[in-house]
């Protein structure tokens, strides 16, 4: 435990963190955790950067036979889209079962890319409460169980006040994180209608070119 003296010293949100005890320690380092992996989902689970506009026109301009266009176009932006579309392509002898195979575990494998990561935040979303919970329990039991020392009523409206710290960080971490898990969870879902409309799409017109 830090000394009064410091405490005393320090900023108001330094000591806020610091009053919390060993739990306050440990819901800052999940937000920090947190925090990596939105930012990190929020510049991967991009609808640009899953389905470029590029390789979207090339399959609208796209009306079946030859594929050389297509490819180049699929090789020079590599993205989840490119890569269903280029299994597509490199299957496009197989009966259409076996295409179907192909593809749907080449999505899968994508869609898996993309949700990378995400369980964390779901984890994380429902566990800081519990954790801030479990601070502020943790604080109270001290305090109660010193009440008899400090008989002051101020002194002990101060230490539970100082325990429910725990809990307002609990709360402040899970909030974010439960909007950025629904939001991201969304994202994931349109990519994967959108990769499964125009994969459908080029199949259709490489049956028509046949």
Known sequence: MLPHTFLAAAPGFIQFFVQGGFFMYVLLILSVFSLAVIL?????????????????????????????????????????????????LQHRDWPRNEILD??????????????????????????????????????????????????DPQIVANGISE????TIVGLGV????LVAYNYFTRRVEVVSIELESLTTDLMAKLSIGR
């Open 40 to 88: 990190q989902r929020a510049r991967f689970i991009k609808m640009d950067s899953a389905l470029p506009p590029g390789v979207i026109d090339a399959l609208s301009s796209f009306k079946g036979g030859a594929t050389d266009n297509l490819q180049k176009r699929l090789q020079a932006e590599p993205s989840p889209l490119s890569r269903v579309l280029m299994s597509v």
């Open 102 to 151: 192909a593809v749907q575990t080449r999505a899968r494998h994508e869609i898996s890319r993309l949700e990378s990561g995400l369980v964390f935040l779901e984890i994380t979303t429902g566990i800081s409460p519990l954790l801030g919970l479990l601070g502020t329990l943790s604080g109270l039991v001290s305090i109660f169980g010193n009440i008899g020392a400090h008989g």
């Open 163 to 166: 325990a429910l710290n725990c």
């Open 174 to 177: 899970a909030v974010p994180n």
